[in-house]
């Protein structure tokens, strides 16, 4: 007779994740339903819809590397600075969800880069990176490069986008990431740094809200105004405890790029940044260590302040509708990445 034993779960994140005792992983939201349909995948469309079109390309057959392609309806107004009339900048994005959950198609996403595709008049190309724990660090960084060196191939001819190739212009290419995914933000231009990538040309970074700490406890995380939705701090230990490579603590070069343990920032040749920052974010404090080192180092770093949010506050798709504060802060937002891109 075989006897079936129940599996246990080994470590939970409440509402996004469940680890168990045979290895798997379950991400199926257990939180709130009405908030369910921000983690829910939304179908690409090839046909216009509300002014943007969708499509889901397979870059790398042998990993299954993915991602999702955002384009504009009309790319006239698309001219700026350094680029050719009627191409597109490209923002290459990579998701959030510190390190273990998220997925390029979720509805979050959808809607933020539908939108600022709309406003910045660009085209986004948004990874599906591999997720923690079954792929720690630096699996998800590893991703997000290949798919920079992916652009660089259509960039040369070398592989076909047609979107790409007949709309964009892959020498203005903006890496983009919010939460987690802006730390992959500065691990790919800081690895970028030490490449050629022409004819691509990294015209711009900017890590939203990005996912920066350290193993010593911030002024700010120990606020507990300061958690939110998107981020409590039993959710930060967790995940990162998942991710980051065995007997790592947080002051890990993948999480604290600003810290003893990461290359010196001088010596990385960065492209201009632009960092968000909400006030009410858990980690506002190390968000700020890494600006200030940044620009110590003499990179060309600016900062948008959001004044009475937290963190990832914009993918929050109920509170930017219901709430008029929260509403203007993500306007100024979508502005300020569109007046980036525009200037860069």
């Not at 299954?64 to 900048?89: C, K, M, N």
């Not at 193993?215 to 995380?221: D, F, G």
């Not at 967790?238 to 999480?255: E, I, Q």
Request: proline share 7%.
């Amino acid at each position: 007779m075989v006897v079936l034993t129940k599996k246990k779960v080994v470590e939970e994140v409440s509402g996004w994740l469940r680890v168990y005792d045979d290895g798997s992983v379950d991400r199926t939201w257990t939180g709130p339903p009405k908030v369910k349909f921000l983690s829910e995948p939304v179908p690409p469309s090839e046909e216009f819809v509300d002014g943007v079109a969708t499509r889901h390309v397979v870059v790398d057959a042998d990993s299954g590397l993915s991602v999702r392609i955002y384009i504009p309806e009309e790319a006239e107004e698309a001219e700026g600075a350094g680029t050719e009339p009627g191409r597109l900048p490209v923002l290459l994005h990579f998701h959030g969800g510190g390190f273990c959950i998220s997925r390029a198609d979720w509805h979050m996403y959808h809607a933020f880069y539908s939108r600022l595709v709309r406003s910045a008049r660009a085209a986004c190309v948004s990874v599906f990176l591999r997720r923690a724990p079954e792929h720690p660090l630096p699996a998800a960084c590893d991703d997000a490069h290949a798919a920079l060196l992916w652009l660089r191939a259509v960039a040369a001819g070398e592989a076909v986008e047609p979107w790409l190739a007949a709309r964009a212009d892959l020498g203005r290419v903006f890496l983009i990431g919010d939460s987690s995914g802006g730390n992959v933000v500065h691990h790919v231009a800081a690895r970028a740094s030490t490449e050629n990538l022409s004819p691509l040309r990294l015209a711009g970074a900017i890590p939203i809200h990005p996912g920066f700490v350290r193993a010593r406890r911030s002024e700010s995380e120990l606020k507990t105004e300061n958690e939110s939705p998107f981020l409590t701090l039993a959710m930060l230990d967790k995940f990162l405890a998942l991710a980051l490579p065995a007997g790592s603590t947080k002051d890990h070069p993948m999480t604290c790029p600003m810290g003893p343990q990461a290359a010196h920032l001088e010596g990385l040749d960065m492209p201009p940044f632009l960092v968000p920052i909400a006030e009410r974010d858990l980690i506002y404090d190390t968000e700020m260590e890494y600006v200030e080192a940044m620009r110590k180092a003499g990179k060309e770093v600016e900062v948008l302040f959001s004044p009475g949010v937290g963190h990832s506050f914009y993918l929050n798709k109920i509170a930017v509708n219901g709430d008029p504060h929260t509403a203007t802060q993500a306007e100024l937002l979508v502005s300020a990445i569109t007046e980036f891109v525009r200037k860069h």
